[in-house]
């Protein structure tokens, strides 16, 4: 009788240990990077498509933006162009230039101007970088995106250098040739899964 408690003892402790490291792995969550389309907090509010298809982006840098209430109001509600706009470095700041953001109705005689030029906040290294990047001939700073992430507007800039109309086809044909493969393999997954 002994023996059998002792083993029903052993088995008990087992399974809950077994359990405890069930727990534990359950308990660990997926680390997800801030300001990341996978972040609950992120906030898409404008993006530059067309930004991709006319340059070809050689780095991205995550800046933030100085704005004024009404400004964060306008974007909070999804309006903003960042089509024509662009960065440059001037007098060791970082300014974004021709950004629409339209006035917001609400706010009466305190809107804000919709095309100001707006200081951008980077690190001191981060814009010795940026200002050693656009010296060369043929590149410029381009904003991609701009998102809230944990409650504060961000833009995320592209140092760019412009695509000829050769370059634009190229990309076209490879975008093309890579989404027919995309669809071939999943056909083929999904047959795959069927049998």
């Known amino acids: 009788m002994a023996v059998i408690t002792a083993n029903a003892i052993i088995h008990t402790m087992a399974a809950a240990a077994g359990t405890a490291e069930v727990a534990a792995v359950m308990a660990k969550k997926k680390q997800v990077k801030k300001g990341t389309p996978e972040d609950p907090t992120f906030i898409n509010v404008a993006e530059n498509r067309r930004a991709r298809h006319d340059y070809d982006i ?69 814009l010795k970088k940026l200002d050693r990047a656009t010296q060369s001939p043929g590149t410029t700073l381009i904003p991609l995106q701009i998102y809230f992430t944990r409650g504060y507007a961000k833009i995320k800039l592209g140092i760019c250098t412009g695509r000829k109309k050769h370059d634009k086809r190229q990309a076209l044909k490879e975008a093309e040739v890579k989404r027919d493969i995309r669809i071939i393999m999943n056909n083929r997954s999904k047959r795959g899964s069927r049998k």
């Open 58 to 126: 050689t780095a991205q840098i995550e800046c933030g933006i100085v704005l004024w209430g009404s400004e964060v109001k306008s974007l909070r509600n999804g309006h903003c162009n960042i089509s024509d706009s662009y960065a440059r470095v001037k007098n060791g700041e970082l300014w974004l230039i021709n950004c629409d953001i339209p006035e917001y109705d609400k706010a009466h005689q305190f809107n804000h101007a919709p095309r100001r030029t707006r200081k951008l906040l980077v690190h001191q290294k981060e």
